[in-house]
C-alpha cells in the first residue's frame, strides 16, 4: 500500500537551497494576481487509476473506460474544469468502485489493506471500520472526513456486515459509497477567510496539497504533504518550499511530467489511431503503442532525468526503442523480448527530436496516407500555441479535382491548395512546416520518394528556412514561441484554466525564469508550485439567480475561525 | 429493521427508499394476453410505450443519386440507386427534402454545425460548441424515466467521443462502441430476464441501494456546508445518482414476461492475436449489426425507451482496405467521373451508409411486439451532418423519420420543406413523442410549425 510507502524520510531530504529558487535569486518579484473564483475538477482517468493504485497497490485493476473530458483551450486538464458526471458517465464510476472495493476486501489483499482485523469477521467491528475509513478516507478525499462523513461510511460498512455476516462486505459496501462522492471524483478548491489576500480568501491547506500533488505528482497527496496541509506549514513560504523540492526530486515527478506531455502533446488520439496494414505491414497495434512510449520515455528521460533544457526534445538524438520501434525506423535492436533499451540515432542519421518518432508522424496523419496539413497544424496549434483557423465551409474542391494533374507528392497536391486565396491562408500556415515531415510516410517509415518523385522537405518556419526534418526542427529549437508556448500550457495545466488577464504578467515573469534556468522544466514547475498566483483565488462567481456558480466556501471553517 | 439504526444521523438520512420502500414501476411489458383486442394497448389500458431513435451517418449524400426531389408533399417516395435498399421499407419512413439550415451568419463548422443545428435547433458560436440540449434528451426527459436507462448511446465506428447527443458541450455521454461491453452492461448480472419463471431480488442491490443513497444525502449536506460549489455541475451528478439508484430499484422489482424480450447470445470476444480494423467499412457495418441487434433486444426488453445509433462519424473516418483515401477525403479529394456525373468512390461510401440505415430497419422490425413489431412502436430519427459533403453544404440536409410511433405518424410520405428551417422536423418529432413543446429552435432556426402532414 502507498499510503505507507510514499513516506519518504524527511532526513533523506537535503536542506532546501535558497539558490534553486531562480526568479528569487535574481530579485525579480512575482507579479501580484488575484487568481480565478474557486472550482471544482473532475479527476482525469489517469489521476483516477494513480490515486487508486496509491492508496491500494498497483494490482487494482481498473478495466473499464471513463467517459472523455472535453480538451478546452488546448487542454484536458481546463475541460476538467467543466466536466459534468453524465449519467452513463456515473454508471461507469459506480460500477469501476465496486471493482475496486471488492478487489480491496479481496482475502488476498485484506490483510495489506485494511489496517485492522475484526475479532470476529463475521460482524461488524465499528473501530477497525472507523480506523479503515480514516486511513483510507484521508487519502481519497484528500483531507480528514468530517465526523458526518465517517458516521455514514462506518454506519453503512457496519449495517451491511450485520445484515450480510460479512465485516469485509461492510468494509467493500462503504468504500464504494466514497469512491462516488464528489469529494472523491472532483479537486476541489476548498477556501477559508484571510484577511491578507485580495479577495479574503484563501485556498485550505488540504486543497493547496492537492493542487501540488496533482500539479507534480498526478495524484492525490501523500502523507507529508497531508501533514504539511495539517500543520498549517503550506501557508507558509518556507513550508511550501520544502515541500516542492521534496517533490521534485521525488521519482513520482515523472509521472506528473509524463501526464502534462499527454495532455500537452494531445497523446489521447492514440486511442483512436488506426492505420491501414496493408498499406503499413509495420504497424500493430503494440507498434502504437511503443510510439506513444517512446515519446514520454524520450521527454521525461530529458526534461526529468537529464535536466536539460526543454527545446532540445526537438533535438536530441538520445531516445529509447523497443523490437516493435526497430522495424518502422529499420535499425537493430539489441532486445527482441519487447523491453526498452537507449538508443542513439547517427549524427548523419534523418532523425532527431520527437518531431520525427514515430508517435507524432502517425499521430497526426490518415490511416493510409501522411498529412502535412495534419503535422503542420499539430505544430501550430500544440507546440507554437497558434490557432490555425477552422476551415470555410464552403470551398470548391473542384480546384483540386483534376484527375489529369500531375499531382505525385504532397507538395504537388497541396501547392493548389496555397494558390486559392479562401485556401492559402490556413495551408500557408500549416503546410510549410508539414512538408518538412514529407520523407515520412504514415507511421514515420523514412522514404525519399512518393510515386516515383523526389519529395523536397525544404521549407520554413516562421522566417527561418529549413532544409530537411532535422533543420526544422532546429528551427523549432530556436523559436521563441516554443518555450513561451510551453509555460502558458503548463501553468494553465497547474490552475485547470487559461490564465486571466491580469496573469500575463506573471506568465512572462515564468518565460523569464524559465529562459534564465536555462529551460530547465524541473525550475519552471518549481516557480509555479511555489508562486503566490497558483494558490490564489478570487471570490465566487454569483449568476442572476444568486446563487454562487462555481466556488466553495468552508462555512464550518469560518465558524471555526469566527469570522 | 433499517439501516444505520445506532446512527446519530436524522432519519432524513435514513435510508429512505430501502426494505420495501421506493418500488419504482416498469413500464408494462408487451406479452400477447396483456394487450387489448386490438393489440395496440395492454389490458390494464396503458400503452405499449413509444420509444425513440436517432441513427446517424456521415457525408450526407451524392446529389441526384438518393432521392428524387419533389416540389410537394404527399405520399411516395422515389428512391435512387444509392437507397435503393431503402425500398422495401417505403411505407415505414418519410423523407424530408428541400429543408434549410439558416445559421445566421454563424460559421459552418465544416461536419459539425449540420448536426448540431439539426439536433439542437441552434447553430453553434464556435467548433466544438453545442448550445443547447440535443432533441433525444429532450424526449428523453419526458419518455426516459421508469427504465434502466435513461438513453443507450452506441457507435459501430469505435469513437466513443463521436456520440450526437448531448446536454451541452460539457455534458455529452459517450457512446459504447465495444459490442461486448455493451452486451454486458445490458445483459449482465443486472439485468433481470422478464421471461424468468424465478424471480429473487438480491439483497445485495438492496443494500447497495440504501448504501448509496445514504452517500448522497451525506453528499448533498457537505456541498451546502461549501454552500458555493457549481451548483449546475451538482445537480447533474445528483441526477445521474438518481439513475443508479433507478436502476437498483428496478433490479428489486420483478418484471411482467414479455414474449418479445429474448437476451441475444453474447458476442465472441476477440482472441489475443485477432485484430478488427475498427474503421474499415466493412467491419464497421458488420459491428453495426451486431450493436444494433443488442440494443434493439434491449428495447424490445424494456430496458431503455431512448436509444441512439451512430452508424459512422460526422468526419467518416471509415476506408477500404488498401485505401489511402477515408470517406471524408474522398468527398473532397476524389474527381467527379466525367461519364457518370459524380464520386464514384464517395457514392459507394455513401450507398453503403443506406445500406446501414436497412439493415437497421431490418433489425428493429423484426421484433414482433403487440400485433406488429418494435417499428411500429418506435419513432427513429436519422439523419447526416451535411447533404453534399463534397461542398460541405448544409441546406438540404437529408432527414428520414422511421417507424410507426406507435400509431401517431403516417409513413411513406416525401415531405417538400421548400426551404423551411429543418428544425420543422425536429419540433414534429419532438410533439409526435409528447413533448409539450410549441417552438422549438433559436433565430432563424425557430418554428412553431409543426408538419401536420405527418402527424396522425
New interface residues.
Partial sequence: MLISKMKINIGQIACVAAAIFALTACGESEPQTSGAP???RRLTSEQYRNVIHDVFGEHVEIAS?F??L?RTDGLFAV?AS??????????KF?NIA?SVARQAVDKDNRAVLIPCAPADALRANEACSRQFFTEVGRHLYRRPL?E??M??AV??A???AD??NDFYSGIE??L???L????FLFI?D?TEPDSSSLSGLRLTGHAKASRLSFLLWNSAPDDMLLEAAETGALHTDNGIERQVERMVRSPFLARGVRAFFEDFLDLEKFE?L?K????YPAY??NTAESAKEQMLRTIVDHTVNQDAPYPEIFTTRKTFIDSHLGRVYRVPVARPDGGWEPYEFPEDDVRAGILTQMGFLSLFS????SSATLRGKAVRELLLCQKVP?????????L????NAPSRTARD?LTAHATVPSCAGCHKLTDPIGLGFEQFDGIGQFRVAEQGAIIDVAGDLDGNQFADAKSLAQAMHDSPSVPACLTNQLYSYAAGRAPERDEREFVRYLEDGFSDSGYSLKSLLRDIATSDAFYAVSE?KRVDDG??????????TKQELGS | MSFFLHSKKSRRQMLRSMMGGGVVSLTLPFLDCFLNTNGTALASGAPIPTRFGTWYWGMGQTPGRAVKDKVATGPGIEFLEETESLIPHKDKLNYFGKFNMPLDGRSNYTHFSGWVANRTGTAPEAGGNIPAPTLDLLIADEIGKGTRFRTLDVSSVGMARQNYSARNTFNRAAAEIDPVALFDRIYGPEFADPNKADFKPDPDVRMRKSVLSAFTEETKDYMKSLGAVDKQRMDQYFTSIREIENQLALQLTKPEPNLACVVPTRPGELGPDEVVRVREIDSVIETHKVMTKILAMAVACNQTNVFNMVFTDSFANVRRVGETYTHHLLTHEEAIDADRGYQPLTYSFNKASMDGMASFIDIIDSIPEGDGTLLDNCLIFASSETNYARLHTIDGVPVYLIGGAGGRMKQGMYVAGGGDPITRVGLTAMQIMGVPVQNWGTKSLETSKTISEIVV
Fill in positions: 474557486p472550482d471544482m473506460r467517459d472523455p472535453v475541460g467543466k466536466a459534468i458526471i453524465t449519467p452513463s458517465g456515473f454508471e459506480y465496486r468530517t458526518s462523513e458516521e455514514t454506519s453503512a457496519n449495517e451491511v445484515q450480510l459496501f462503504g464504494t459509497g466514497l462516488v462522492t464528489p469529494s476541489i476548498e483512436n488506426e491501414d496494414t496493408t498499406i500493430t497495434i490518415h490511416p493510409g496516407r477552422d476551415p470555410p465551409g464552403d470551398i470548391d474542391f473542384s483540386f479535382n483534376d484527375p497536391r465566487p446563487v454562487v456558480r462555481a466556488a466553495s466556501f468552508n462555512d464550518k
